[in-house]
Nanobody, 122 residues
Framework: QVQLVESGGGLVQPGGSLRLSCAAS????????MGWYRQAPGKQRELVAA???????NYADSVKGRFTISRDNAKNTVYLQMNSLKPEDTAVYFC????????????????WGQGTQVTVSS
């Protein structure tokens, strides 16, 4: 059963913008911390941005001021608006749902989407 469904990747020129979307099941979205990770070829997966159910946000230093994470509770969807894209932003972007503290450990620790490719190139 697919829990996280991503969309919105593609090819964009440097300085351009893209918006990624991740639709989640209600049982996950209402509780878990939603986030975006990315993995470039030959590099480790890294956190890009995360947002809690209370709209608290966290960003990697490399994307602060350029990327914005947000959530639409009515649609159970989290977004990543990416502006001023750079070639070094090229990676596969993964949607993630992380179990927060206080949630029973009988629930899965995390969920991952299938990944969507973002390529920034002229």
């Amino acid at each position: 059963q697919v829990q996280l469904v991503e969309s919105g990747g593609g090819l964009v020129q440097p300085g351009g913008s893209l918006r990624l979307s991740c639709a989640a099941s209600r049982s996950i979205f209402s509780i878990y911390v939603m986030g975006w990770y990315r993995q470039a070829p030959g590099k480790q997966r890294e956190l890009v941005a995360a947002i809690t159910s209370g709209d608290g946000t966290n960003y990697a230093d490399s994307v602060k001021g350029r990327f914005t994470i947000s959530r639409d509770n009515a649609k159970n969807t989290v977004y990543l608006q990416m502006n001023s894209l750079k070639p070094e932003d090229t990676a596969v972007y993964f949607c993630n749902a992380m179990r927060p503290p206080g949630i029973p450990t009988s629930r899965p620790r995390d969920y991952w989407g299938q990944g969507t490719q973002v390529t920034v190139s002229s």
